[in-house]
C-alpha cells in the first residue's frame, strides 16, 4: 500500500477517530474527530471555532489520532498519525459538506455553518499496524516535507546466529538463513524481547 492508500482508509473505513492535542499545561486532551477528506497532501476535517480543540490547534499546530476498525482485538486495524496542521478556513467547507452529507444534520443553516472552520494535516508519519493477519502486519509511512522514521529493533554485525532469541519472539518474525539474523519490520511486534535476551548485545533499538 501506498501513502495515500493509509489515508484513504483512515477516511473512508474507519473515518473517526480519537485526536490528541495538548493544553496550556502541557496536559494531553483526546477528542472525537471525523476525518473528512483526504489526498496525497493529507487529511482534512473541520471543528468550531467556539471550541477548546480549535484554540489548542492554533497554539501548537500539532496533532495526533489514531483510528481502529474491527469487532475485536484480533481482527482489529490501527491506523496512527502525528504531523503539523494548518487553518484552511471555510473555503473548503462546501466540498467537505457534499462529502459527508449527515453534517447537514449538526449543521443545518448557512448560518449555523459559519462557526465552522477547516484543518488540513498536511505534514506527518503514520504507521499502520494490522492483527488479524498471522503473523501481524505492520508498515510505516509519511506524507508532506517528511520522510518514513526507521523505527524498532535491529540485528548488528555482532549476531553469531546462536538462536536465544528465536524462543522469545512471539511472532516468529527473525530470519535465520544469514547472520548476521535479521528481523522482518513488517511482522515486528516492537516488544524487545530478542534485545532482552541476545547473550551477544547484538540487538538494538532505534527511533
Not at 80 to 106: D, T
Not at 136 to 160: H, L, M, P, Q, W
Not at 171 to 184: E, M
Request: aromatic share 10%.
Amino acid at each position: 500500500m501506498e501513502t495515500k492508500d493509509y489515508l484513504k482508509y483512515i477516511v473512508d473505513e474507519i473515518h473517526t477517530v480519537v485526536v490528541a492535542t495538548v493544553d496550556d499545561n502541557g496536559l494531553p486532551v483526546t477528542s472525537a474527530i471525523d476525518m473528512m477528506d483526504c489526498n496525497e497532501s493529507g487529511l482534512y476535517f473541520l471543528t468550531a471555532k467556539g471550541k477548546g480543540f480549535y484554540d489548542r490547534l492554533k497554539r501548537r499546530e500539532y496533532m495526533a489520532l489514531t483510528g481502529v476498525k474491527g469487532e475485536d482485538t484480533m481482527s482489529c486495524v490501527a491506523v496512527s498519525v502525528r504531523g503539523k496542521v494548518k487553518e484552511l478556513g471555510s473555503e473548503p467547507l462546501p466540498h467537505l459538506f457534499l462529502k459527508n452529507p449527515y453534517m447537514n444534520e449538526i449543521y443545518p443553516t448557512a448560518q449555523s455553518q459559519k462557526a465552522l472552520t477547516v484543518f488540513h494535516l498536511y505534514e506527518g508519519n503514520g504507521e499502520w499496524f494490522d492483527l488479524s493477519k498471522k503473523p501481524i502486519e505492520r508498515a510505516s509511512f509519511a506524507f508532506g516535507d517528511t520522510t518514513t522514521k526507521r523505527e524498532g529493533y535491529f540485528i548488528t554485525n555482532v549476531c553469531i546466529g546462536c538462536r536465544v532469541c528465536e524462543a522469545v519472539c512471539p511472532q516468529s518474525c527473525i530470519d535465520f538463513a544469514v547472520t548476521p539474523a535479521v528481523i522482518r519490520q513488517e511482522n515486528c511486534l516492537h516488544c524487545g524481547n530478542c534485545m532482552n535476551v541476545c547473550p551477544q548485545k547484538a540487538v538494538v533499538r532505534e527511533g
